[in-house]
């Protein structure tokens, strides 16, 4: 009885501190937890927090494009294009699960779609069937329980694949890079693997940050035995997706975390992120909670759960439809091996969902032909400080700074060792998008 007051008294004193203040970010987390954030310095307004893509895009880059291209299998995959006159190179964004588009253009001038466009690329921004943006089918809706029978392996085999060939098209025959992160990893692993000469035909280099293919070496392997009762409970109750916008678990997380980002941040590392303990931006992370998540198929969640609990990454295991679909009692490996389009894989010892054992297994398949630019290990980031991190820019996408009368020089602000795996990297990254 005495645990249970002093819980209750515990979020009690969590609601009452979650006052209707306007200032909604502040530069430490321990100062979300001052009684009144409109009367601490520490704090201020940022309005991005409840702006959408297009209110984002119009705000900060002005000219967008939308863009719906259709799926072989029947959907259509809505895509923003922010157009660039003289272009260094065009690149295509994939997003995370339990994101879209808005995970790339959230932050406004500090996100990373921004710090692109700003070096002159041209982007394009993929919404994935089911997310917000793309929730048309040619004869299905959100609400009907077949619309959501896909994983990310049909993403990567529809949505990709689609949404290649239509860009290649478009810009006349030019193939874009692919900067992904988390889930679009895994698909276009999975593509590229499938496909391998056309994706190599398709896209110049394939940017995969925190790329989660098996799950061996994860602590958190124990989550795959959750797998039998979470396809039961899908199946009974025809339950497609989950953490869509209007739901209950969405709810409860845009009234919590963007008010307690810390609690949320270590939940997130606990079951999923990894840690890092001084990584997190705490005028970021409310942004990012309030504009997320975003609708996930339930089919997604019991494919990575099967990798799990085998440690492989193999396509959908159907069980005693295994050899009706593929011809055999087991799933079949996705291969990797096959793969001929470069790969370059940035990845960090602390990141649970795509653990150093697992990415060293995968880039050690991978051929010389795919591995030409080497890979990036970034020490002490986790699953999401791609987006998160306070030096996700120096640590990952190579900061640069104009300094005057020498523009556009490398700002070296780290140590020589971190400075020149970044110049090398930039090196690789510019001069693939460029070929």
């Known amino acids: 009885m005495v645990m249970f007051r002093l819980r209750l008294l515990f979020f009690q004193f969590v609601l009452a501190s979650c006052v209707f203040a ?3 970010v502040c530069k430490s987390f321990s100062d979300y937890w001052y009684h009144d954030l409109d009367k601490n310095e520490n704090c201020t307004y940022n309005p991005d927090m409840y702006l959408d893509s297009p209110q984002i895009l119009e705000k900060y880059f002005g000219k967008y494009e939308v863009h719906e291209i259709p799926t072989e299998d029947g959907y259509f995959v ?20 339990t994101s879209d588009a808005i995970i790339w253009l959230g932050f406004g001038k500090d996100s990373i779609a921004y710090y692109y466009w700003q070096r002159g690329y041209e982007l394009w921004l993929t919404n994935t069937r089911g997310t917000d943006y793309s929730t048309k089918h040619v004869n299905l809706t959100i609400n009907d329980y077949a619309f959501w029978n896909f994983s990310f392996h049909e993403i990567g085999i529809y949505d990709l694949r689609a949404s290649l060939k239509y860009i ?10 692919i900067i992904a992160n988390s889930m679009g990893c895994t698909e276009a692993l999975i593509y590229a693997s499938l496909f391998p000469e056309e994706a190599k035909k398709l896209c110049k280099i394939y940017i ?8 061996q070496y994860s602590p958190l392997k124990f989550l795959g035995f959750y797998r039998r009762y979470w396809d039961y409970s899908a199946k009974e109750e025809k339950l497609g997706d989950i953490f869509r916008r209007n739901g209950t678990i969405s709810r409860v997380m845009h009234s919590l975390c963007p008010k307690k980002p810390d609690l949320c941040i270590t939940l997130f590392s606990a079951f ?14 409310p942004v990012m909670f309030m504009q997320n998540p975003r609708s996930l198929s339930t089919k997604a969640l019991s494919h990575y759960a099967q990798s799990f609990i ?18 055999r009692h087991e799933p079949p490996e996705y291969p990797v091996w096959k793969i001929v389009a470069p790969i370059y894989l940035v990845h960090s010892p602390a990141d649970y969902l795509a653990p150093k054992g697992d990415t060293d297994d995968l880039y050690d398949k991978l051929t010389k032909s795919a591995k030409i630019y080497g890979r990036l290990v970034v020490e002490g980031m986790n699953h999401i400080d791609t987006f998160l991190a306070k030096l996700r820019n120096e640590k990952i996408h190579y900061k640069n700074t104009e300094v005057p009368g020498n523009s556009t020089e490398i700002y070296l602000t780290l140590t020589t060792q971190v400075a020149s795996a970044r ?11 460029q070929r």
């Open 168 to 177: 290649y098209e478009f810009n006349n025959n030019t193939s874009p890079a």
């Open 310 to 327: 085998s440690g492989k990454f193999t396509m959908f295991d159907y069980g005693e439809k295994n050899f009706e679909v593929y011809g």
């Open 272 to 285: 999923g992120a990894g840690w890092s303990q001084h990584e997190p931006d705490p005028l970021l992370a």
């Open 78 to 97: 809505t895509t923003f294009r922010v157009p660039r006159n003289n272009s260094r190179g065009t690149i295509l964004f994939r997003h995370i699960a």
């Open 208 to 215: 995969l940050h925190a790329p989660p293919s098996s799950f």
């Open 22 to 24: 306007k200032n909604n």
């Open 423 to 433: 110049t090398t990297a930039e090196d690789n990254f510019h001069t693939a998008v």
